[in-house]
């Protein structure tokens, strides 16, 4: 019956399958699939599928809180099919904020619990660092990884880098320029964090409520909302 399910589940998912950028597997994500039941399948063509299956496995292990299963199963489904965005993305922000929970309970020392969050974040952030090789730049990268900075790392000022570099890339959403700004503001830069702000003002358009242009105008006033994380989903 698994089989069944498994090939219907291929001939579906095989529009989205040739819809994605054809991309050559590397030696690396060929020898991280040996021995793990996936070569054959995506040598086969069948890319998403194979990664839709380690997703799923993933996200079983995810539900018994088993760290190392999870962590290896998103592992296997980007070396599967590293084109799609949700898996880099809803993929270290279990590593980074999932991860460290499960290893830590309430009476753990807040030495151990930075120790923690420190690694997990460190392996979120290598993990996403792969993803800009393997699957190509992309802003959503860098906004990941800025905020895993901003929310793990507590390093401020990696974290205004990665938003400022996502914002310097092509179709990049307006609110990685207006967290860059925040940034600076909190890291006693308000000169230049006014810079910037007045710097993207004139892009912004009065008339595309994403651009959020009153929100640009009430920083450079002195005001700005906090910003929040980002949220995972399986």
């Known amino acids: ?4 399910l498994l090939l219907a589940a291929a001939w579906l998912l095989r529009p989205v399958e040739q819809s994605l950028a054809p991309a ?21 063509g ?22 190392p299963a999870t962590a290896a199963l998103i592992e296997l489904t980007v070396a599967a099919d590293e ?17 460290p929970e499960w ?14 969050n420190g690694d997990c974040a460190q392996t979120a952030l290598a993990f996403l660092e792969r993803g800009r090789r393997w699957h190509g730049d992309d802003a959503a990268f ?11 790392t507590g390093d401020l000022e990696a974290a205004a880098r990665c938003y400022r570099q996502a914002a310097e890339l092509p179709g990049a959403p307006y609110y990685a320029a207006r967290i860059h700004g925040e940034l600076l503001r909190q890291l006693g830069r308000p000169a230049e964090a006014l810079a910037w702000l007045r710097h993207i003002l004139p892009a912004l358009p009065a008339d595309d409520p994403a651009a959020r242009r009153d929100v640009v105008l009430a920083r450079i006033a002195g005001n700005g909302p906090k910003i929040a994380r980002p949220r995972r989903c399986l």
């Open 24 to 44: 050559p597997l590397r030696v690396e994500q060929l020898t991280m699939l040996a021995g793990r039941g996936g070569a054959l399948g995506v040598l086969g």
């Open 46 to 67: 069948l890319r998403s599928a194979v990664a839709g299956g380690f997703w799923l496995k993933a996200n079983l292990a995810w539900e018994r809180r088993d760290a």
């Open 103 to 116: 290893r830590l309970d309430a009476t753990a020392p807040a030495a151990v619990r930075q120790k923690v």
């Open 1 to 4: 019956m698994t089989f069944v």
């Open 142 to 152: 860098l906004i990941e990884m800025g905020g895993i900075h901003l929310h793990r």
């Open 83 to 99: 084109r799609p965005l949700y898996f880099w993305l809803n993929g270290a922000r279990i590593l980074a904020y999932d991860l």
